[in-house]
């Protein structure tokens, strides 16, 4: 298998929590089926995602974000192939960017 990292951003213009949760699950069921793993981050308006995988999934992953709708102005940000993956744990890790902000407050005190 060739493995592949993928970076994308997209524009979602602001969505509600259970929006956001139905993507978090969608994202970690299709993921774990497929042997992708990752991390999205969802911010006001935006996302932010790393997909690692094999090359034929994360292309067809990408072709599936692609044609839904929340995602607007996709732009991919990195995309290659890579010696490991860094979230080998996670089918997919999802998270918000004021967790993100909750946690560093606690990290630095």
């Known amino acids: 298998m060739q ?3 993928l970076v994308y951003a997209s524009h979602h213009g602001g969505t509600s929590e259970e ?3 139905d993507i978090f699950d969608r994202s970690c069921s299709n993921n774990e089926k497929d042997g992708i793993t990752g991390l999205l981050i969802a911010g006001e308006e935006d ?10 999934e994360v292309a067809e992953c990408m072709m599936r974000i ?3 709708d929340r995602h607007q102005r996709i732009r991919i ?5 890579t010696g490991s993956r860094l979230f080998s744990e996670w089918s997919m890790r999802c998270m918000t960017t004021a967790q993100i ?6 990290a630095t005190g």
Do not use: Y
């Not at 996302?47 to 034929?56: A, D, H, N, V, Y």
């Open 3 to 5: 493995l592949t990292r």
């Open 19 to 21: 929006a956001l949760r």
């Open 47 to 56: 996302f932010l995602q790393l997909l690692e995988g094999g090359r034929t």
């Open 66 to 68: 692609m044609k839904d």
């Open 77 to 81: 940000l990195l995309a290659g192939e």
């Open 101 to 106: 902000r909750r946690k560093s407050r606690i």
